[in-house]
């Protein structure tokens, strides 16, 4: 059967009725993320400028932050409505694809559905050198249904507390991040942090697909999330880390369980899992990270099984134009308690030549044996697709994209999905900021 994918992404604040329409446009801003467009008002009249461009956890240039206290080249650019209440800079952003999914094959199926994200901030910077910032993200992919949205190749977590999803990408949670975290600078080169979240984010992986600039345009989730970054809605997670220069560590202590089949509650927090990640911005185009998590029962079908994961990536951007150019190459890999360790890679770019037009494609495997009984595998997909975006007003862009995928499946997997399957989506944008 041919599956079809319908995607709304949204992320949307109202942080304050008095934010104000100071949106920077795609052709400085080609990609929206997070939530640093702020300035060190309480800061002295002499030290404004050169405050007011600082990240969230040190003196670099915001736009090296990504999501949770991930990193991303510092050439990176955010977009977003901003305004200003009181001493705190406000933003808010919304990301809503419509997406219809087919994909053929024995296993395909088709979907027409809504998903995304809504997400503001408020962010106070210190002129001792303090900065706090509050983080509320959400998610509309609950109304999508339990079983979430054909996707060939993807398992993990459940829709009813019993059955693990086979082909098909869970919805994400309908609340993704409520996060604070506080940063002490001592100087123009290094600064201590704090980051609390329920939920957050811990420190492993890269940044989450859908905040990753190589990644965010495509409305389809990775195969490869359950090896790189879906620890990126965590119900409970505590991170310090120290910034000297271009380099970062971090430690969390969080909640290793994942999300279960509530989509609308919130859980109860632990901290029972650990994860540590080395970053470091070697050059303004280029971010690397490192990160090793030990994962106490991550899978509610699995309560017995605890889970080792380690991660690597390099991300590359390059300004072209009024837009911009980024690649992701990432790898992961995973054990059950000491047992047999699976891996993942992918390979992803995004090029934005203008405020018009966005390209993307990705190519990743996995090795997995979550598809059929007593089977290992290793299965493939490729993926390309584009986007044509209109600008409706200076804060608001609608979009009509699409893409086309290709799986390839081992012989061992070949009567299952009918051979090497391919596939399809189409979907309409709505971005705000």
Not at 33 to 53: G, L, N, S, V, Y
Not at 73 to 89: E, K, L, Y
Not at 384 to 413: E, K, N, W, Y
Request: proline share 6%; with cysteine; net charge negative.
């Amino acid at each position: 059967m041919k599956p079809r994918m319908f995607s709304i992404v949204a992320c949307l604040s109202a942080a304050s009725p008095a934010f104000a329409q100071e949106h920077h446009d795609h052709d400085t801003a080609p990609a929206a993320q997070h939530d640093h467009r702020t300035m060190e008002h309480d800061a002295p009249p002499e030290d404004h400028d050169a405050h007011k461009m600082r990240g969230l956890y040190g003196s670099y240039g915001m736009g090296r932050d990504a999501s949770g206290t991930s990193w991303q080249p510092d050439v990176s650019t955010h977009g977003g409505v901003h305004g200003r209440a009181a001493n705190w800079d406000l933003m808010g952003h919304a990301l809503l694809n419509g997406v219809y999914v087919w994909q053929e094959g024995a296993r395909g199926d088709e979907k027409a559905f809504l998903a995304g994200m809504f997400m503001g901030a408020a962010r106070r910077d210190f002129a001792n050198n303090d900065t706090v910032n509050l983080r509320l993200m959400m998610s509309p992919d609950p109304l999508m249904g339990k079983s979430g949205y054909p996707l060939l190749f993807a398992a993990g977590e459940t829709a009813d507390g019993a059955t693990e999803l086979i082909d098909a990408q869970h919805p994400h949670d309908l609340f993704m991040e409520l996060s604070a975290s506080y940063t002490h600078r001592f100087d123009d080169g290094s600064s201590v942090f704090g980051y609390v979240g329920l939920p957050g984010e811990p420190a492993f992986g890269p940044p989450a697909f859908m905040h990753r600039l190589s990644a965010m345009d495509s409305p389809e989730a990775p195969l490869s999330h359950h090896w790189i970054d879906s620890t990126h809605i965590t119900f409970g997670v505590v991170t310090a880390g120290y910034v000297r220069g271009p380099f970062k560590i971090e430690a969390s202590r969080f909640r290793g369980r994942e999300p279960d089949q509530d989509r609308f509650d919130i859980e109860e927090p632990r901290l029972d899992s650990t994860a540590v990640r080395v970053s470091v911005n070697p050059a303004e185009r280029l971010s690397l990270q490192v990160s090793w998590a030990d994962i106490e029962s991550p899978e509610q079908l699995h309560p017995d099984e605890d889970e080792e994961r380690w991660s690597a990536s390099a991300i590359y951007a390059q300004p072209i134009g009024s837009g911009l150019w980024t690649t992701t190459f990432a790898f992961g890999t995973k054990a059950h308690d000491g047992g047999h360790w699976h891996n993942a890679w992918l390979i992803e770019s995004a090029l934005k030549p203008n405020d018009e037009w966005t390209y993307f494609a990705r190519a990743e495997q996995i090795e997995t044996g979550a598809l059929a009984p007593d089977i290992e595998a290793d299965v493939q997909r490729l993926s390309v697709g584009a986007i044509r975006d209109f600008r409706i007003s200076d804060s608001t862009v609608i979009g009509v994209g699409a893409l086309v995928q290709q799986h390839f499946a081992p012989d061992s997997l070949e009567d299952l999905y009918g051979g090497d399957p391919n596939g399809g989506v189409a979907f309409v944008r709505l971005k705000i900021g």
